[in-house]
């Protein structure tokens, strides 16, 4: 499954990188062997990678690999620091890991035999699938922005009125809670992929000692998500509540500094969120500007942290307890910071739900009760994208129906998941301890 996923990843990389030199843009291939010279612009992602590569390796190994990372990174530093060479929003860390991972697969196809190369050769490929599915998630926000000149928010922000339109009351609580609030959230959001490697570390600890990896883990589901979910971008734009109703400038600085050199209120429906609800009124297509990422329907943060819950389900109570509070802070973050709209996570949770049952139903040799799942889940995510699309204003008239309607849709989702897992799971074997038997005479 690692190994499909690879050469899927492989075919992506080049397709786009093709189109976005189509539209004057660097590609993701590019990105990366920038990174192998350059400071980097996501360090912190590359040491992600090379700890998902350590697994594969005994005690010793990792701390040699580990103590090589550093090294190169503080003689690259130095060299930088002499030759003057500035970061330009880089990091000054993390180049020391990529030429680790890379250098472990030249290692697995020179010096490792039969288990023990596949073993290693995982390793390299599940830390480069990573590494790589950042860079190709990032040229797709960019082609996204280039290639859809107009975004469907006035139908989803329609639609969203059958649920009382979260973002603005979520946008209005955050903005109470003040500085701490807003930091605590902006810390989850910013950073769902350490927890996701903490999980997946958790989740492979045993690696290195069976010689295997487990039948099914996080990665692989981050990874088809990361896959899958920017292909409906494309074909369902839309830029979130901050920017198509309001003026860009709520909230972090970031966007604000980016508001104040693209004219976003030219771009806006109006300044509207989250004071005031829009209206109901007939949607239409809306020109958005060629900046801004078309990455809302569905909202992947929310299918991220769902499957970081899903997977810290078998962990210690800690982890167990991190990975609920993990989701309850990316949901409120997704809508309190505007990037989302209450359906995109409806969307999110149907879509993640359904990659699991997909991938789980692999391991079990097609089984049809998952299959079936598959099928049903598909179904759904298809229906809410296109009752988003094509019934807006019914839904938004009538929220006492279309409300509990799509919230059941969702729930039925995740019932038909929670059954059918369950029976997958192997029944708890009584240990029976032999009884002694009475000595006869």
Same mark, same amino acid.
């Given at each position: 499954m690692l190994g499909a996923a690879g050469v899927a990843f492989l075919g992506l990389f080049v397709v786009l990188e093709i189109a976005a030199r189509h539209y004057g843009l660097r590609g993701p291939l590019t990105y990366q062997l920038r990174e192998l010279a350059l400071p980097p612009k996501s360090g912190g992602l590359l040491y992600a990678g090379l700890a998902l590569m350590l697994v594969v390796l005994p005690w010793r190994q990792r701390f040699q690999a580990l103590g090589a990372a550093i090294g190169i990174d503080l003689g690259l530093a130095l060299v930088r620091w002499a030759a003057d060479i500035p970061l330009h929003g880089g990091h000054a860390f993390g180049t020391g890991a990529l030429w680790v991972i890379l250098g472990y697969g030249v290692i697995a196809y020179t010096r490792r035999t039969g288990p023990e190369r596949t073993l290693l050769f995982k390793g390299v490929g599940m830390a480069l699938l990573l590494i790589t599915g950042r860079k190709v998630g990032d040229t797709w926000l960019l082609l996204t922005s280039s290639a859809l000149p107009k975004v469907l928010d006035q139908y989803v922000a329609t639609a969203d009125h059958a649920l009382g339109e979260p973002s603005w009351l979520v946008g209005r609580i955050v903005g109470a809670t003040g500085p701490i609030g807003f930091n605590t959230l902006?810390?989850?959001?910013?950073?769902?992929?350490?927890?996701?490697?903490?999980?997946?570390?958790?989740?492979? *600890?045993?690696?290195?000692?069976?010689?295997?990896?487990?039948?099914?883990?996080?990665?692989?589901?981050?990874?088809?998500?990361?896959?899958?979910?920017?292909?409906?971008?494309?074909?369902?734009?839309?830029?979130?509540?901050?920017?198509?109703?309001?003026?860009?400038?709520?909230?972090?600085?970031?966007?604000?500094?980016?508001?104040?050199?693209?004219?976003?209120?030219?771009?806006?429906?109006?300044?509207?969120?989250?004071?005031?609800?829009?209206?109901?009124?007939?949607?239409?297509?809306?020109?958005?500007?060629?900046?801004?990422?078309?990455?809302?329907?569905?909202?992947?943060?929310?299918?991220?942290?769902?499957?970081?819950?899903?997977?810290?389900?078998?962990?210690?109570?800690?982890? *167990?307890?991190?990975?609920?509070?993990?989701?309850?802070?990316?949901?409120?973050?997704?809508?309190?910071?505007?990037?989302?709209?209450?359906?995109d996570l409806v969307a999110g949770v149907v879509f993640v739900l359904t990659i699991?049952?997909?991938?789980?139903?692999?391991?079990?040799?097609?089984?049809?009760?998952?299959?079936?799942?598959?099928?049903?889940?598909a179904a759904v995510f298809t229906a809410l994208l296109l009752s988003y699309r094509f019934l807006p204003v019914q839904m938004a008239e009538r929220p006492w129906l279309s409300g509990p309607l799509l919230l059941l849709a969702m729930a039925s989702v995740i019932y038909g998941y929670i059954r059918t897992t369950a029976r997958w799971e192997p029944a708890a074997e009584q240990i029976r301890q032999p009884q002694p038997q009475p000595e006869t005479v």
């Open positions: 902006d810390f989850v959001y910013g950073n769902l992929a350490v927890a996701a490697v903490v999980a997946s570390l958790y989740q492979l *600890r045993n690696v290195a000692a069976e010689g295997r990896f487990p039948r099914h883990h996080l990665v692989r589901t981050f990874v088809v998500i990361g896959l899958l979910g920017p292909a409906v971008y494309m074909i369902y734009p839309v830029v979130g509540p901050i920017f198509a109703y309001g003026n860009g400038t709520e909230h972090w600085a970031g966007v604000a500094l980016w508001a104040e050199t693209h004219d976003t209120a030219r771009w806006a429906v109006a300044d509207l969120w989250p004071r005031t609800l829009p209206p109901i009124t007939t949607p239409q297509l809306m020109p958005f500007d060629g900046i801004t990422p078309r990455n809302c329907m569905p909202s992947l943060h929310t299918a991220w942290a769902v499957a970081i819950y899903i997977h810290t389900r078998k962990c210690p109570r800690a982890g *167990r307890y991190a990975g609920t509070f993990w989701l309850l802070a990316t949901l409120t973050a997704t809508l309190g910071f505007g990037y989302h709209y209450g359906v699991e049952a997909a991938l789980r139903t692999y391991d079990q040799g097609w089984d049809r009760s998952g299959l079936r799942l598959v099928a049903y889940g």
